[in-house]
């Protein structure tokens, strides 16, 4: 089963939008790997899947859960045509709590949109963004390919301030508070922390 490099993840996009061309169009919003990988903004060579994070109405962003029936079935084909990971395309980072407590402000407007046919349309989260997804991945799970991929879109202390701010509206605790601190001084930063 292949990863996604830059090349394979069109690839992947534009097959999955090419059987679902007869659909209701779809307007996602992606983040992680495969949004870093998209806008060339990192070092890493390869994602495991596409991290749907909402979905585009007219109303603004909702929830990606669930993806249509239909979808799901042209995900899976194109997983067996071109031999990809199970759960390549996923809705994993669609949390409820995004939407109960807010994405980073104006992180609509930063959005860079990609038409891959009529019925398919992705939007990547800005570099600007990446930075406050990634120090929160990084304080909540691990130090791990979250932590390269912050080290590699080589944050402003302003950019880290705002990110590490906001994180902390997603988890107010004082465990997550220990452990973000703790990546803050291990990037360099340690005198934001008295500002959180």
């Known amino acids: 089963m292949k990863k996604l490099d830059s090349k394979l993840l069109e690839e992947a996009l534009a097959l999955l939008a090419e059987l679902t061309r007869n659909q209701p169009p779809q307007h996602y919003v992606v983040c992680g790997g495969s949004s870093l990988l998209a806008l060339g903004l990192i070092r890493r060579t390869a994602t495991r899947d596409v991290d749907v994070l909402a979905r585009v109405e007219a109303q603004g962003l909702v929830t990606a859960k669930p993806l249509p029936d239909w979808l799901v079935k042209a995900v899976d084909q194109v997983q067996a045509d071109l031999g990809l990971l199970d759960k390549w395309f996923n809705t994993g980072p669609s949390d409820d709590s995004f939407f109960q407590f807010g994405f980073p402000a104006g992180m609509a407007e930063r959005l860079q949109t990609r038409d891959y046919g009529p019925s398919l349309r992705i939007s990547y989260i800005s570099r600007y963004d990446q930075v406050f997804f990634k120090l929160y991945a990084t304080a909540d ?28 509206t997603q988890d107010p605790s004082e465990g997550f508070l220990y452990v973000l601190s703790n990546v803050l001084k291990s990037l360099g930063h340690e005198s934001l922390i008295e500002q959180l």
């Open 141 to 168: 799970t691990d130090q791990g390919r979250h932590y390269r991929d912050l080290q590699d879109l080589n944050p402003t202390a302003e950019e880290l301030l705002a990110a590490a701010r906001w994180t902390r």
